[in-house]
């Protein structure tokens, strides 16, 4: 069974950064799409950004250019690298595993990103 345990979130002010983790407990996580997601209130949860089990990344248009995903393997370790926050960046991030060619799919229990100062 896979486990995701999300890190990191906080409050900042806009322009500001941080870096959200995403620890991965179980089996073959080399073999994953990796993501992280968001919601804010009110409105539906939406990708931020993806990477591939070969490490291909894709980003949302609202975040590229200022986040960044990488995975460590050996760390089993999914991180995103936000810069220069925006107030509408703020929501619960949460981290996504997805099996490749499968349908099994793990979803952590998310943490708060609030941009506002």
């Known amino acids: 069974q896979v486990q995701l345990v999300e890190s990191g979130g906080d409050l900042v002010q806009p322009g500001g950064s941080l870096r959200l983790s995403c620890a991965f407990s179980?089996?073959?996580?080399?073999?994953?799409?990796m993501s992280w997601y968001r919601q804010a209130p009110g409105k539906q949860r939406e990708l931020v950004a993806l990477v591939t089990h070969i490490n291909t990344e894709n980003y949302s248009d609202s975040v590229k250019g200022r986040f960044r995903i990488s995975r460590d393997i050996a760390k089993k370790m999914v991180v995103l690298q936000m810069s220069t926050l925006k107030p509408e960046d703020t929501a619960v991030y949460y981290c996504?595993?997805?099996?490749?060619?499968?349908?099994?799919?793990?979803w952590g229990q998310g943490t708060q990103v609030t941009v506002a100062g």
């Open positions: 179980g089996s073959d996580f080399s073999d994953y799409w």
């Open positions: 996504n595993g997805r099996k490749f060619n499968t349908d099994s799919q793990y």
